[in-house]
């Protein structure tokens, strides 16, 4: 299967998933998560009409911008950020679904502002409240939306994540109920410089049940690109 094929049939899917959940299909984009695919795969998904990248690896996304591999649709950061490698991704991405602690949140504010930018972020939640993975706790997040207004440098336009491996089908269906109940309670508060349109959450074993839950973007990267190939 080619990778316009593998996209082609991942939208059937959505448009199913989005049908059965009285959704309109196109409230639901999908972001290719591009990590170790080099840039010829990735444009080869932009050509095949994904709505936008992202990338995992602050040292992939710089190698890959100046090779156009992005080109015609927005780009995301969505892994791991390091503080002292936040100026090489602020401003060069639309969007950072991977915001997920107050240090990283300070730093991101800090780099836009100095850059005379203003950087649209996720704050990044563990929803399965996993002690080894990052990511605020509902709660956090809540108090920290309500203090958006001394980031002027950022724009929080929603929530990301990453739930818990699942053992089987429907699994996660707690944690993406849990994760819009949370989207949606923010969202009610009208807070400055909130603006919540984006809840990122579902991958290849579980979109659809994200967008039975009201995942408004999937991020989609085995089933477009294959299983990786991780060098040991
Ligand atoms: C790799 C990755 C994905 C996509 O995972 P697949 O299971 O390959 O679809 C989604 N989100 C993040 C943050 C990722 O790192």
């Known amino acids: 299967m080619s990778i316009a094929q593998n996209v082609a049939a991942i939208r059937a899917r959505m448009e199913r998933a989005a049908r059965e959940a009285g959704r309109e299909p196109s409230d639901i984009l999908l972001c290719a998560a591009t990590k170790m695919n080099d840039a010829a795969r990735v444009r080869e998904a932009v050509q095949a009409g994904v709505d936008c990248c992202g990338e ?25 950020l390091q503080t002292n490698k936040v100026n090489k991704v602020v ?4 969007l950072i679904q991977s915001v997920d602690r107050l240090e ?17 972020i996720l704050f990044e939640i563990n929803i399965g409240n996993e002690p080894q993975k990052g990511g605020f706790t509902p709660d956090e997040a809540r108090v920290l939306a309500g ?3 001394a980031y002027p440098g950022v724009l929080l336009c929603g929530l990301m994540a990453i739930p818990p491996i699942s053992e089987k089908k429907g699994d996660n269906c707690k944690y993406f109920a849990k994760m819009r109940n949370l989207f949606v309670d923010i969202a009610a508060e009208k807070y400055d410089n909130v603006s919540m349109v984006c809840l990122s959450m579902g991958m290849t074993d579980d979109f659809e049940d994200a967008i039975a839950q009201g995942a408004t973007m999937i991020r989609v990267g085995t089933a477009i690109f294959g299983a990786r190939q991780y060098q040991i």
């Open 56 to 80: 995992n690896r602050v040292q992939e996304l710089t190698e890959k911008l100046p090779q156009g591999a992005y080109e015609g649709v927005p780009v995301h950061f969505i892994g791991h």
């Open 91 to 94: 401003g060069a991405v639309d």
């Open 147 to 149: 203090q958006m207004g």
């Open 104 to 120: 990283l949140l300070a730093a991101v504010n800090k780099a836009a502002l100095k850059k005379g930018v203003c950087q649209k």
